[in-house]
């Protein structure tokens, strides 16, 4: 598993102490930007209640329970910068899961993208060309590590 920059560490806690305080409504921004880049990402929330449309299903508590756990998985990498090793297994977890439900990994990179997108919409001109690749540095660890878990639980749906 590759290792961040000293420099990769500091600006991503540095980015994300103001926004983990507060993860959901981040988390919406994050989660309305992936349906507009890959809508069909839609159709694998589907809860018993009546969510017809992308903002009824954003607002429903199971959706929100959802945005809650990708926000911790996230906090969780920004709080284990300094040994992502120690995540290995759970993000390998993570990637099979997904896999399982149907994500294909094409989608990983909507996601990244939708990361990029909260992040710049929250951080307005703290935003920068380093702190993005800082944390497109990151995501792509994560993703890595997700994407073996993913290839080990089957045959690679993105074909």
């Known amino acids: 598993m590759e290792e961040l920059s000293t420099k990769d560490k500091e600006l991503i806690r540095g980015s994300w102490e103001s926004l983990g305080?507060?993860?959901?409504?981040?988390?919406?921004?994050?989660?309305?930007?992936?349906?507009?880049?890959?809508?069909?990402?839609?159709?694998?929330?589907?809860?018993?209640?009546?969510?017809?449309?992308?903002?009824?299903?954003?607002?429903?508590?199971?959706?929100?329970?959802?945005?809650?756990?990708?926000?911790?998985?996230?906090?969780?990498?920004?709080?284990?910068?300094?040994?992502?090793?120690?995540?290995?297994?759970?993000?390998?977890?993570?990637?099979?899961?997904?896999?399982?439900?149907?994500?294909?990994?094409?989608?990983f990179a909507a996601v990244g993208e939708s990361l990029l997108y909260m992040l710049q919409c929250s951080l307005g001109p703290a935003y920068t060309a380093p702190l993005r690749q800082a944390w497109l540095n990151m995501y792509s660890i994560v993703v890595a590590v997700m994407s073996r878990g993913y290839a080990e639980n089957g045959e690679d749906k993105a074909d």
């Not at 159709?43 to 756990?69: I, M, W």
């Not at 906090?75 to 297994?89: F, I, M, P």
């Open 21 to 107: 305080k507060n993860k959901v409504p981040h988390g919406v921004v994050m989660f309305s930007r992936l349906f507009e880049l890959d809508p069909a990402l839609l159709n694998l929330f589907h809860y018993g209640t009546n969510c017809d449309s992308t903002q009824d299903r954003l607002a429903s508590p199971e959706f929100l329970e959802h945005v809650t756990k990708v926000m911790l998985v996230i906090d969780a990498a920004v709080s284990h910068l300094d040994d992502l090793h120690s995540l290995e297994d759970f993000l390998l977890n993570l990637g099979k899961k997904h896999q399982a439900v149907g994500v294909r990994t094409q989608s």
